[in-house]
Structure formats: structure tokens, C-alpha cells
């Protein structure tokens, strides 16, 4: 089951956004520090309360019981940040669904939650009427990379970088 998170969730959200830091921290210790996160318990809250904010959880349903202790243990989180443009000089009037993170317990790999979220969160964008979803995947990330692409995402832009 997807459904919007809660405080209750927030112990296992900082679980599972450690176990994405250490993701990045592999592919780029020069960038992300280990064994931490994103997000603490204070800004998670406040994420909660922002309606442009929105934080969804997959929660394991009784369709995917490894053991009763499992039962209702969030499994994963979506990450989104709803932004518009108007009345640009430069750009067209556009509203996107940016998808600031998405994570799926290491445990849970493999059991199609990841396309869960995304198809929910792309079902949400519909309906409040997105014009697109956009996100960023770093570079060595190889996984995520294919996985977004089998959700039908593709390249929008590339940010590139020198290392001094």
C-alpha cells in the first residue's frame, strides 16, 4: 500500500535515507559524507506539514509478509517538490512534479516496490495536472539509471563538472 507519510514514519525514513547516503557515499565520497542524512527528524516534520512537499510511503501489506514483524513496515519513500512557472519571459508556463528522492529498503529490492512508487507518483503528478516529472540520477548510479528509463524517463538536461 502507497499512501501519504506521517510522523510515525519518520524513524524509518531516516533508516532508509541512510541507506541512500551510503549509495551516493560510494559512487562520490568526495561529495557525500557517510552515515548520515539528508534530512533530520525536525525537517521531516516540517516536509509534512508542506503541501508542495509531498512524502509518500510503500508499506508492506499483508500480500508481501516475509515475517509478521514485517507487516506495516514502510518499504520504501517517494520524495517530491511540485514547482510552476509563470509568466516567464523565457519559459512556458510548465508545472512539474520533481522527484527529490526515491528509496527502496536493500532488502525489499527486486519485488517491484520501486515501480510502485514511481507509477504512483506519477499517477499523482496526472492529477494535479503536471506537465512533467522530472529528477536527477548521479552519474555511476547505473541502477537507478535503468530503472527510470524502463519508467519511460529520459535524458531533459546534463549537468557536467570538473573536478579541481
Known amino acids: ?58 508499506v508492506n501489506g499483508e500480500e508481501q509478509l516475509e515475517g509478521e514483524q514485517d507487516k506495516g513496515k514502510v518499504l520504501g519513500y517517494a520524495f517530491c517538490q511540485i514547482s510552476e512557472v509563470k509568466d516567464d519571459l523565457l519559459l512556458e508556463d510548465i508545472k512539474t512534479l520533481y522527484v527529490d528522492d526515491i528509496c527502496v529498503d536493500e532488502n525489499a529490492r527486486g519485488k517491484h516496490i520501486g515501480k510502485a512508487l514511481y507509477e504512483f507518483v506519477r499517477n499523482y503528478a496526472k492529477t494535479i495536472d503536471c506537465n512533467n516529472i522530472t529528477l536527477n540520477v548521479w552519474e555511476g548510479n547505473n541502477a537507478a539509471l535503468r530503472f527510470y528509463q524502463s519508467m519511460g524517463m529520459h535524458v531533459q538536461k546534463t549537468t557536467m563538472e570538473e573536478v579541481l
Open 1 to 58: 500500500m502507497i499512501r501519504s507519510a506521517n510522523e510515525e514514519d519518520i524513524p524509518r525514513i531516516i533508516e532508509l535515507l541512510h541507506q541512500v547516503n551510503m549509495v551516493h557515499h560510494v559512487i562520490r565520497p568526495d561529495l557525500f559524507k557517510p552515515h548520515t542524512t539528508k534530512y533530520n527528524e525536525q525537517e521531516l516534520r516540517s516536509l509534512l506539514l508542506d503541501s508542495s512537499k509531498p512524502i509518500f510511503v510503500y
